[in-house]
């Protein structure tokens, strides 16, 4: 299934919707809309990833640059990840860096 | 506007190349490609061959052109590689002449000796595609793991408790409860652990990339299958090893160990690393050509006149450490995970051979062992030697340290052995519980240089040790022949498990008294994993083949044997409490603070008077808290009476300052809890004077 990111703004939240397959050769167009994202100043970054189906290092690898072009003071959340996601995530210590949810309540993120 | 120095200037089918840089050696990620270097003294040409991940056959072979060659380094830049999901390694001709100690053959494919990931074993105990053209696969990483504001500890060295652990045995039991046993995350899930133990380092046998089917046989008992458990062989010195990450099948071991060593570092633990510099996993000319053999085997190896390999590892080749080309890639290999992986120091298996010249010779200036001691970005590293090798170098208290350098004391594990079976000297004993000044003050180098051990993952078990007068490794096929057969053990009455209570009772103490011997010992104290519950390999002293519960830590012990741990667990924390028993120089024997005590002072079964003839079995002595850290901060007094003697002995105790009393911290003679107490809750010593220690058994008072 062909990769694709989905940016949309909503109160403090940039939400990016990803689906397919992200590897090193999708990598570029997620990074892009990170980079999309952090012009608008989020105070929350919000992923979902519920139909993402696999995420290779080239994935992680994007998650630590929004952590790094957003800030620390910007949360990162990890909507509906898949398990083997989610696996990867915590297997390789990245999901400390992150708030991996089950479910999105928009009014609490997007208005906080 | 394009740079320059990014702009293909040759072809070879859809790629397009550009001469690389030399530097540094390996394959290196560049603006719009990948940089791939390697060395050769002798090839005559070199081509870099790529696959697709897990393919069986290359998707490309590009010749390094001629003008690609700068000195001896073939170098060349690919773009629009799609690095990800490469692998790639190398073909290189030259003379095939092994008398002269040649072994170039174009038709093998080399693993790159700086691959930073290594595929082809990803899962650990996957039997392998023998059939592949190419078993040990380098691939491409990437440095740019989210440290945030993890540094390197640098506790210092006298302060270190070490905890020598293996990652898959530590928690591939079923009993760990882990959700990925045996890998770097199922560690991550265990540092309460570590913690609650009261370590502070631990050390990790070999985790470089190495082959757990190299020599791997049937067991002729069991039928079960040996392999290459330990790892001490290793196949690639800059790349952790994938079997032992949940993520090895998606090639992500890189960040799983850093997700390690940060999580670790949180929490105030040190991550040394047991390296292998001494062979590699070619072994001698019968073994598989992987990488150094096939790219230049006379400079990487050891070699006789007649081409034959250096043996001085025990493992069929020697790597030839003191020729400059192999001292950069050590080095280089040492940077590499110092500051991209941020560990903490490394313990070099048989280092005495990277003190030898290229005929094997014991040098007396050994340039690698100089350059590492001075290098700027090993500086806070703790770097620790196996002072021997297999080819019979013993340098325990000669190593070339250059001021840097520790020991694994193997004279204090024998030392401390003899004296607690009844077989050692007091006089022995007493250097070994000073931080062995005998073999380190005179050369100026402290109590920490000692790194104290009575066991590791060579020889017994701590239960095994107070259980079994003889190696028992028939498990490992090999006639137990195997293993060591000096081990200054005793079994305490009987050979192996028993009923007797009486028998299993002295064990007990004896374990404890190995213990608290340990932990009150000036120098660096190493434990074994698993000696804090008494784990047992049966008696196999050798168990470097066993993926079983030979290796395994049972978690269960932890309850079993919860009266062991709490005593363990109470014992480093005595020591962490007590700043005396941690001092970064020597004792002096004099007052130099005016307490009216010296900072050390030797008693016996009478105050004041030890009894230092050979036939002695009892030794006691005082530390005065007020010459802690040499004076420079003050501790309580601390008492030790030692009775190794197989009757109960009466120790008058040495008086204290007015306003201070003895309490007893100690008692190994006791039953549990009383055998120890929690610092802090030590009640006083009834009597002042004196205290009956039982047989073979162990006292510790708190002065204060």
Redesign the interface.
């Known amino acids: 299934m062909a990769f694709t990111a989905t940016l949309e703004s909503s109160g403090h939240a940039a939400k990016i919707t990803l689906t397919g397959e992200l590897d090193a050769s999708s990598a570029q167009i997620f990074k892009e809309e990170i980079e999309k994202a952090a012009v608008t100043k989020p105070k929350h970054l919000v992923l979902m990833l519920q139909e993402l189906d696999y995420m290779a290092s080239a994935g992680l690898r994007v998650l630590i640059f929004a952590k790094q072009k957003m800030g620390v003071d910007v949360d990162i959340y990890v909507v509906g990840a898949q398990e083997m996601i989610l696996e990867t995530l915590e297997k390789t210590g990245f999901i400390q860096g992150v708030i991996a949810v089950d479910d999105y309540d928009s009014i609490e993120v997007e208005n906080v | 506007m394009e740079r320059i120095d990014i702009h293909p200037t040759h072809k070879h089918g859809d790629f397009k190349l550009r001469v690389g840089r030399p530097m540094p050696f390996g394959a290196s990620l560049v603006p719009g490609g990948v940089n791939f270097s390697v060395f050769s003294s002798y090839a005559t040409s070199c081509t870099l061959v790529l696959f697709k991940r897990h393919a069986k056959e290359p998707i490309a072979e590009i010749p390094f052109p001629d003008e690609f060659r700068i000195g001896n380094v073939f170098t060349m830049t690919v773009f629009e590689i799609?690095?990800?999901?490469i692998e790639y390694g190398y073909r290189m001709d030259g003379p095939f002449n092994p008398q002269e100690g040649h072994y170039f053959d174009k038709n093998k494919i080399l693993l790159d000796p700086y691959a930073k990931i290594i595929g082809g074993r990803d899962v650990w105990g996957v039997t392998p595609d023998w059939n592949d053209i190419y078993q040990h696969r380098s691939r491409i990483s990437?440095d740019?793991?989210?440290w945030e504001n993890d540094r390197p500890l640098e506790i210092p060295p006298e302060d270190q408790v070490i905890y020598e652990m293996h990652v898959r045995s530590f928690t591939r039991h079923p009993s760990s409860g882990v959700?990925?046993p045996g890998?770097f995350?199922a560690i991550?899930e265990k540092i309460s652990y570590f913690k609650e133990l009261g370590v502070n380092a631990i050390e990790l046998m070999p985790i470089y990339e190495f082959d757990e089917f190299e020599h791997s046989r049937p067991s002729p008992i069991t039928g079960e299958l040996l392999v290459n458990y330990w790892g001490y062989s290793t196949v690639g010195f800059f790349a952790p090893k994938a079997g032992y990450?949940?993520?090895g099948k998606?090639?992500?071991q890189v960040?799983?160990v850093?997700?390690?060593v940060?999580?670790l570092h949180k929490n105030g633990l040190e991550v040394i690393l047991d390296v292998v510099f001494n062979h590699t996993a070619e072994g001698d000319q019968r073994g598989p050509t992987i990488s150094f053999r096939g790219l230049d085997n006379k400079t990487y190896y050891m070699l006789t006149p007649e081409g034959y390999y250096f043996n001085f590892s025990g493992c069929g080749n020697t790597l030839n450490c003191n020729n400059p080309i192999v001292r950069n890639i050590v080095l280089d290999c040492l940077r590499y995970w110092a500051s991209e992986y941020h560990i903490d120091g490394f313990r070099f298996d048989l280092a005495a051979i990277l003190g030898r010249d290229a005929w094997g010779y014991p040098l007396s200036n050994p340039p690698l062992l100089e350059t590492l001691a001075f290098d700027p970005i090993l500086a806070k590293c703790k770097l620790i030697a196996e002072a021997w090798d297999a080819g019979g170098l013993y340098q325990v208290g000669s190593f070339p340290a250059y001021g840097r350098w520790a020991e694994w004391n193997g004279k204090y594990r024998d030392n401390i052995r003899k004296f607690l079976k009844g077989d050692g000297t007091v006089g022995d004993a007493a250097q070994c519980l000073q931080g062995s000044p005998n073999l380190y003050a005179h050369q100026g180098r402290g109590p920490a240089t000692s790194i104290n051990f009575i066991t590791a993952h060579d020889g017994f078990t701590l239960a095994d040790m107070v259980s079994y007068n003889d190696k028992h490794n028939e498990a490992n096929g090999e006639n137990n022949n195997d293993g060591c057969n000096d081990n200054d053990s005793w079994n305490c009455g009987a050979e192996g498990w028993t009923d007797d209570s009486g028998i299993n009772a002295l064990r007990s103490r004896q374990m404890r008294n190995a213990i608290a011997m340990l932990m009150v010992s000036q120098g660096v104290p190493m434990i074994l994993m698993g000696d804090e519950v008494g784990r047992s390999q049966n008696g196999n002293n050798n168990t470097y083949c066993h993926d079983n519960e030979l290796n395994w830590l049972d978690w269960d012990l932890l309850k079993t044997n919860a009266s062991l741990f709490r005593f363990v667990k109470n014992s480093i924390a005595f020591r962490n409490a007590h700043p005396v028993l941690r001092n970064k120089y020597h004792f002096q024997n004099r007052d130099y603070v005016g307490s009216g005590y010296a900072d050390i002072t030797w008693h016996g079964t009478q105050a004041w008077n030890a009894d230092w003839s050979p036939s002695c079995r009892t030794i006691a002595f005082m530390l005065c808290g007020q010459h802690a850290k040499a004076g420079s901060v003050e501790d309580n007094y601390i008492y030790v009476a030692i009775n190794m003697h197989w009757e109960a002995q009466w120790f008058e105790i040495p008086g204290l300052p007015e306003q201070l009393r003895w309490h007893i911290s100690t008692n190994t003679g006791c039953a549990s809890p009383e055998d120890i107490w929690e610092p802090g809750t030590e009640p006083k010593l009834e009597n002042q004077h004196g205290i009956l220690l039982g047989d073979r058994s162990i006292v510790i008072l708190v002065g204060k």
């Not at chain 2, 799609?82 to 999901?85: G, I, K, Q, R, V």
């Open positions: 799609d690095y990800e999901n990437f740019d793991f989210d959700k990925h890998t995350a991550r990450a949940a993520t998606l090639g992500m960040d799983e850093k997700a390690l940060k999580e």
